[in-house]
């Protein structure tokens, strides 16, 4: 089934954003002001995880937010991110995920809000990713 839902991605029109099935579920877009990866790995206790990566160290800052703007907009934040020893990656993981997903897919664009740092980043071609990603978590691990 996995591989169905790669092979169906791929036969769709290219988009900035991409969606894996293995080694764990993860949708992800690259550019050069921000790598965004969303992943489910459900060895985890926490099984969702968004990773922001910058070229410089985000703030240290006590909460966290996404503003997504669009049809479906919204902003949800939380105190309880962890940045990386370099300080480049923002982490936020969680037992679930509707909001964060439901904003990847149904928006044009998302802000990243980190103690008067904002990230604006494009969800152009999100949604199939986003819904390839839903389905991975449905199904039996290998």
């Not at 703030?59 to 966290?64: A, M, N, V, Y």
């Not at 936020?92 to 604006?120: H, I, Q």
């Amino acid at each position: 089934m996995r591989a169905l839902i790669t092979l169906l991605l791929l036969a769709g029109p290219a988009s900035a954003w991409e969606f894996t099935a293995t080694p764990v579920c993860t949708i992800r877009q690259d550019t050069p002001d921000l790598a965004v990866r969303v992943t489910y790995d459900p060895s985890q206790a926490e099984p969702y995880a968004i990773a922001l990566t910058r070229p410089t160290a985000w703030p240290e800052t006590k909460t966290f937010g996404l503003r997504f703007d669009g049809p479906a907009a919204m902003t949800i934040g939380t105190g309880r991110h962890q940045l990386s020893a370099d300080g480049k990656t923002l982490t936020v993981s969680d037992s679930g995920f509707d909001n964060v997903l439901d904003g990847l897919a149904y928006n044009g664009r998302a802000t990243a809000l980190a103690e008067g740092t904002e990230v604006p980043f494009d969800l152009t071609g999100a949604r199939p990713a986003v819904e390839a990603f839903r389905a991975c978590n449905v199904l039996p691990s290998a």
